[in-house]
């Protein structure tokens, strides 16, 4: 029992007593009495026994004890001293007590952390409390396959996000904290689990290798002749639940390919790549820029950066009108026909291609690009 007379559990017993040696008298053999069934051990009078008792985190007590054969029956109380620090003790009681006041769930991150005992130090490394040389185990988890009893920590491979939004688990975690032999068991602890990053990571790759140009072609056969306008997805599931990845797109050159929303404008509604043709065939890039959807993470422990950003490139040639400004002959007959100075003309176009044959003529050209533009170009003409 220890010093307030509790039974220990756990405390082994070990009996031995010496007889002689038939074949040397000056060295004694040592015998090992086996105990009963029920425990209790046999002895014979006039014998001496040693008894040897153990048990964790207690120092070992060793005895001597002879019967006298008065009693039939003897038993005995053998004190054991706690060989466990009270300092310890006292340390590993406060750590704990100071983990179970913690408010909210312990958030692993996957790239930097792959066992939940390492997080679970660096939380307690904050405390105002000496942890030097207490290690943290795991009791227990209602959850292996997710933490393990090692600590090893098992992310999230779902082979489609949840419909529901569901993409992590909370799994209670039981933590022991000991300093040479001194142990405080905590209260059940949240683990929030999120996506395994790499496995996030392929998705977003196969995303990016499904994105073809059968997807984005429209009505178009041919990526070397754009005649109408492109459909270009923000994603590829059929849910902004399920997708993998968000898509956003950019062009080389928006004059000729500008960008413009559908639908309500949601993930799954695509952009138009509406194509505005050139006089002559005109080759522009459209990028695909592929982060990780949002709305299938969690964003108390994911943020977009922490997955892979990947690029895809689709070169598309918009076919050319074949059509010009007038020519400066033409500008001559008109000019003619209604007996007008070129000086005192205005030409104006949206492309400034068309506005070279005015020029040469020498009529006075505006570039349309808005209605408050060519308003102010005017009144500097003396035009009102």
Request: net charge negative; charged share 30%; proline share 3%.
């Amino acid at each position: 029992m220890d010093n307030d007379s509790k039974a220990i559990e756990n405390a082994t017993i070990k009996v031995t007593y010496e007889e002689e040696d038939p074949w040397d008298e000056d060295e004694p053999d040592t015998v090992v009495l086996k105990a009963n069934e029920d425990g209790t051990y046999t002895m014979q009078k006039g014998v001496t026994y040693t008894y040897t008792v153990t048990a964790p985190d207690y120092r070992e007590v060793t005895d001597t004890y002879a019967p006298s054969g008065d009693d039939e029956n003897i038993s005995f109380n053998v004190k054991m001293v706690s060989s466990i620090d009270p300092a310890d003790v006292a340390t590993v009681n406060a750590i704990k007590a100071k983990f179970d006041a913690e408010m909210g769930a312990l958030r692993p991150n996957f790239a930097k952390d792959k066992n939940i005992i390492d997080v679970v130090k660096a939380k307690i490394s904050t405390y105002d409390i000496d942890t030097t040389d207490v290690t943290i185990s795991v009791k227990s988890s209602d959850d292996t396959d997710w933490v393990d009893t090692d600590g090893t920590i098992h992310y999230n491979k779902a082979q489609t996000p949840d419909q529901n939004k569901i993409n992590f688990k909370n799994v209670s975690v039981v933590y022991v904290f000991e300093k040479n032999g001194a142990k405080a068991e905590t209260e059940a602890s949240t683990a929030t689990i999120c996506w395994d990053c790499d496995y996030f990571n392929t998705k977003i790759e196969a995303d990016k290798d499904n994105l073809t140009w059968d997807k984005i072609k429209g009505s178009n056969t041919d990526a070397a002749e754009v005649t109408s306008n492109l459909t270009l997805p923000q994603c590829l599931s059929a849910s902004a639940m399920t997708a993998w990845s968000k898509i956003t797109w950019t062009s080389s050159n928006k004059d000729v390919i500008s960008l413009k929303d559908t639908g309500w404008g949601s993930l799954i509604d695509a952009k138009e790549g509406v194509i505005k043709p050139q006089p002559e065939d005109t080759e522009v890039t459209l990028t695909a820029t592929f982060n990780a959807n949002d709305i299938v993470l969690n964003s108390y422990v994911e943020k977009i950066s922490d997955f892979a950003t990947l690029k895809k490139e689709f070169k598309v040639t918009v076919k050319g009108t074949g059509q010009t400004g007038p020519t400066k002959e033409e500008l001559q007959t008109i000019l003619n026909k209604y007996q007008l100075k070129p000086e005192e003309c205005v030409f104006i176009d949206d492309r400034p291609e068309n506005c070279r044959g005015a020029q040469e003529q020498g009529i006075h050209t505006i570039c349309f690009k808005d209605f408050k533009q060519v308003t102010a170009d005017l009144e500097k003409l003396g035009v009102k």
